[in-house]
């Protein structure tokens, strides 16, 4: 049995996705309920469950992560006006799918605090 997550049938080509940039070490993919006019989820090629098992990777790897997040975003055209990035880690953090993802959010005025 499978425990492929829905991101990894992402990656892997098997489902559908809208994605607005590949290379090597992400994907990068419009989310299926945006939360804001631009709604955009990156997910490493390198396989973590979740933001706390950065911890235990390498330091170069986090740092290609946290680069193509941001060469996602000012290639989204949201370097201007702004953006935010969210990382859900958890049942409390309200992580709803195992697999680390970035959120890009952008295209509007965001609310703070999260609730
Ligand atoms: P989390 O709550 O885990 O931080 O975020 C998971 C995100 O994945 C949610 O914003 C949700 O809308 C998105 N999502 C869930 N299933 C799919 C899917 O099949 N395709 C895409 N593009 N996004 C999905």
Same mark, same amino acid.
Request: no cysteine; net charge neutral.
């Given at each position: 049995?499978s425990?492929?997550?829905?991101?990894?049938?992402? *990656?892997?080509? #098997?489902?559908?996705? =809208?994605?607005?940039?590949?290379?090597?070490?992400?994907?990068?993919? $419009?989310d299926?309920?945006? #939360?804001a006019?631009?709604?955009?989820?990156? &997910?490493?090629? *390198? $396989?973590?469950? $979740?933001?706390?098992?950065?911890?235990?990777?390498?330091?170069?790897?986090?740092?290609?992560?946290? #680069?193509?997040? =941001?060469t996602?975003? +000012?290639? *989204?055209?949201?370097?201007?006006?702004?953006?935010?990035?969210? &990382?859900?880690n958890?049942?409390?953090?309200? #992580? +709803?799918?195992?697999?680390l993802?970035?959120h &890009? *959010?952008?295209?509007?005025?965001? +609310?703070?605090?999260?609730?």
């Amino acid at each position: 049995m499978s425990n492929d997550t829905i991101f990894d049938k992402i *990656l892997k080509k #098997q489902i559908p996705a =809208a994605v607005v940039y590949e290379d090597d070490q992400v994907l990068a993919f $419009r989310d299926i309920t945006p #939360q804001a006019p631009t709604h955009v989820l990156v &997910i490493p090629k *390198l $396989r973590w469950e $979740r933001f706390a098992h950065l911890a235990d990777a390498q330091a170069a790897d986090v740092g290609v992560f946290f #680069q193509r997040v =941001a060469t996602v975003a +000012t290639s *989204l055209g949201l370097d201007g006006s702004g953006y935010r990035v969210v &990382i859900n880690n958890g049942r409390d953090g309200q #992580q +709803t799918v195992e697999y680390l993802h970035a959120h &890009i *959010l952008g295209g509007r005025a965001l +609310t703070w605090p999260p609730g």
